[in-house]
């Protein structure tokens, strides 16, 4: 679905005098990524009005001709009535922002208020009500202009060269340590939101929809680093709508568990669904682990405990080239007991082959690895996530 139509590009927008800066129009441009948006069926009877979001291109009218950006957030109709008439959909107008645009704009200003440089800087803001002819009459819309950084999303990260992967990382510890001195630290790691700037060496965060306040749960680690490029898998939408949010454990709901997985796929309240475990690819082999029962023992445990400590009835473990999915159940062979069930090994680079008969041997190697979380997406969707494992911890894994 489209929100934002041909005739956003062209359009000029007016902000006014803040800060003691003057007023200024600002001429949109092409658009510069997708657009996101957020949107139920009217009969969920949803708390906060549904919106879109997309950042454009932008140049101020008369200025020096440098490109900053727009951020755009705008109320759109509840699924389901799209097609209403105009005044029926301006019944759902509404001026309160929705939690991911308040906490965007608080995010920049506070990265701004600070002078970080390892994302966009806020220039003005504006929040108005939409035009008569607009999808909610009298909805909201909210304008971000701010600077525009350098550099592209990063892509096929794991194919680079390890040079080039290095460079990268060093970097990205940079833009994080520079973020979180700054007080804010994203919690998004969609592979849009940060951008590889390959001149300067240098990475960007755009994006902060989702942030937390910097503290010692977020400081820099490895696991920083591996949320931001196993979420080079992107989100994958599965049944109803569900969604696999990759996010760093620390932003998650997490009360009560002591040792912490590298990942978690999220839900909606935070809530862990399936937990992984990642591995640096140019210090692991996970095909040598599981080939060698000291080490297939060792990378089990770990996994073996998280997903005992938060309930969840899949786990992953991954080198971002390699990934085994892992399931606890009940065994086969003994009824009162708990058993980890594994998959093959799934290469990042396995491309999806259509495959006839129910016959399970027949798939190996004919399926995606996106196939494999869409799969983990629908037994969530259904309602299959959380095990019911009755083993004590000391029955289940050996912590060494």
């Not at 200025?63 to 705008?74: L, Q, R």
């Not at 929705?98 to 929040?127: V, W």
């Not at 190697?365 to 959380?386: D, M, Y």
């Amino acid at each position: 679905m489209h929100w934002f139509g041909n005739f956003w590009e062209g359009m000029q927008i007016d902000f006014p005098e803040r800060d003691g800066k003057p007023a200024t129009t600002w001429k949109l441009g092409a658009k510069l990524a997708d657009e996101g948006y957020n949107q139920w069926p009217i009969t969920v009877g949803p708390t906060y009005p549904a919106g879109a979001w997309v950042p454009f291109s932008c140049m101020e009218v008369g200025g020096s001709g440098t490109e900053h950006v727009i951020k755009i957030h705008m109320q759109i109709p509840h699924g389901g009535t799209e097609s209403d008439r105009l005044r029926s959909r301006a019944l759902q107008a509404s001026d309160n922002l929705p939690e991911y645009a308040k906490d965007e704009l608080e995010g920049l200003k506070t990265l701004t208020t600070h002078g970080c440089r390892s994302t966009p800087a806020l220039i003005n803001f504006m929040q108005c009500k939409q035009e008569e002819d607009m999808w909610v009459p009298g909805g909201y819309l909210l304008y971000l202009l701010m600077t525009k950084c350098p550099g592209k999303p990063i892509e096929h990260f794991r194919q680079q060269p390890y040079s080039k992967r290095e460079e990268i990382r060093q970097a990205l510890e940079v833009a994080h340590k520079e973020s979180w001195r700054c007080g804010v630290v994203n919690d998004d790691y969609s592979s849009d939101n940060l951008l590889w700037d390959d001149v300067n060496k240098k990475c960007y965060f755009v994006d902060f929809k989702s942030w937390s306040q910097a503290s010692s749960l977020n400081e820099w680690n490895e696991r920083s680093l591996k949320g931001w490029f196993l979420q080079e898998l992107e989100e994958v939408p599965g049944g109803g709508g569900w969604l696999l949010k990759f996010g760093d454990f620390a932003s998650c709901n997490h009360q009560g568990v002591v040792r912490t997985p590298d990942i978690a796929c999220l839900a909606d309240d935070g809530g862990i669904r399936v937990v992984g475990e990642v591995k640096t690819p140019w210090c692991h082999d996970l095909t040598g682990a599981m080939q060698d029962p000291a080490k297939r023992q060792k990378w089990l445990g770990q996994i073996a405990e998280y997903m005992w400590s938060t309930r969840c009835k899949y786990g992953f473990m991954s080198t971002y080239e390699e990934t085994v999915f892992i399931m606890q159940d009940v065994d086969f062979n003994d009824a009162t007991r708990y058993a980890l069930y594994s998959s093959n090994i799934i290469r990042h680079n396995t491309k999806s082959q259509k495959v006839r008969g129910p016959i399970a041997a027949v798939y190996e190697n004919k399926v995606s690895l996106r196939e494999c979380f869409l799969f983990l997406s629908l037994e969530i969707g259904a309602g299959s996530w959380q095990s019911a494992n009755p083993m004590p911890a000391n029955q289940w894994y050996l912590r060494r």
